[in-house]
Structure formats: C-alpha cells, structure tokens
C-alpha cells in the first residue's frame, strides 16, 4: 500500500478501510499535519455512507487535532453545525472530544447545548460521548452562566442510575461548578 495515501482519495479510503491501529493512525495524522492541504479530503471522508469509513476519519482527524490544534480550527464552526445531524457513535465520540479540549465560545449555539444535554440524558449514547458534553455544557457556563443551574440538575438527576464513568465525570464536573478543583 502508498506509504502516503493522503494524497490520493482513493487510497486513502482504502488505507481507513484496512488501517491496523492506532500507531498506523497517528502516523497518518502526522502526514496530514504535513500535507494540511489534504485535510479536507479527510473532514468530508466523515460524512461518507460507510459507517465505518466515517469513524476512522473523525479518528484520525482527532489525532490530527491532538498534534495541532490549529488545522481543526477551520472546522469547529462546521462540527459545531453538523453535531447535531451525526449518527455514528464513533464520529460522536471523536467530534464531542475535539470541542471538549476546543475554545468554542462565540461558535457554540442554543441547538449544540439542546444536543449536548439530550445526548447526556439519553440512555443510547456512550459514556465517552456524554462525558465530553458534560465538558462541553461546563465550557459554555463559563459564557452562559445562567446554564450552571440547569447543567448540575441534570448531572445530579442523572449521576443516580448512571456508570461508574459517568458518575466519576460528573462529579468532576460537579465539583469545578462549585469551584472546588
């Protein structure tokens, strides 16, 4: 296989098909981080039909995030949009996680928060997921307050019959809220 399918669509689609794991992923996301101009080829690879296809896309774009920030910046606004549409649990995962670690403020909307709270209440989402919309909902108090009272009722009335994972962020959360680190 291309040592650098990047470069070419087709084989990069069939790299994402067959990619091994993640050290193969973050080796990819370092070719982009070097090729920048071919992220983008990437970003719409997450809205293609094949589901698995999107998700190691939003995989390898979150490690192209993790090594710099600043070429996912251009797409926030465009997430920020889409996450509501999003019906693959992975793409959910990877996307929730980038605006958890993002500066988001002045980008985030009333229907990101309706998203982030309903996929916290929802008993389908993964845990994952929900922790990085508790993260994100806390980011946003931080511009909204007026959100911190709503976001800790719905933390503590679902911190009752929820995982071990969610009850450990949302006491994080919880905590951060009432100003204790």
Known sequence: M?????????????ELNTIPGKQRAVELAKSF??????????????YDVKPKLQWRAAWIFEHI?????????PYLKD???????????GVKRH???????????GLITGET???????????KIAVAVKAHCMQILYNATQTYPE??????????????????????????????????R
């Not at 920048?36 to 690879?45: A, G, M, N, V």
């Not at 928060?113 to 008993?123: G, L, P």
């Open 33 to 46: 981080t070097q090729n920048p101009d071919s992220i983008e080829s990437l970003y719409h690879l997450i």
């Open 147 to 180: 959100l911190k009272t709503e976001l800790k009722l719905i933390l503590e009335e679902q911190i009752i019959n929820n995982t071990a994972g969610f009850k450990s962020r949302a006491k994080k959360i919880l905590k951060k809220m009432e100003g204790r």
């Open 95 to 105: 996307f929730t996680k980038i605006l958890s670690f993002s500066d988001i403020e």
């Open 79 to 89: 997430i920020i949009n889409q996450l509501p549409s999003i019906k693959s649990d």
């Open 113 to 123: 928060i309706n998203t982030c709270t309903d996929w916290i209440i929802s008993e």
């Open 65 to 73: 995030f993790h090594e710099d920030p600043t070429l996912i910046k």
């Open 2 to 14: 291309n040592s650098n399918p990047i470069n070419n669509l087709t084989n990069l689609k069939e």
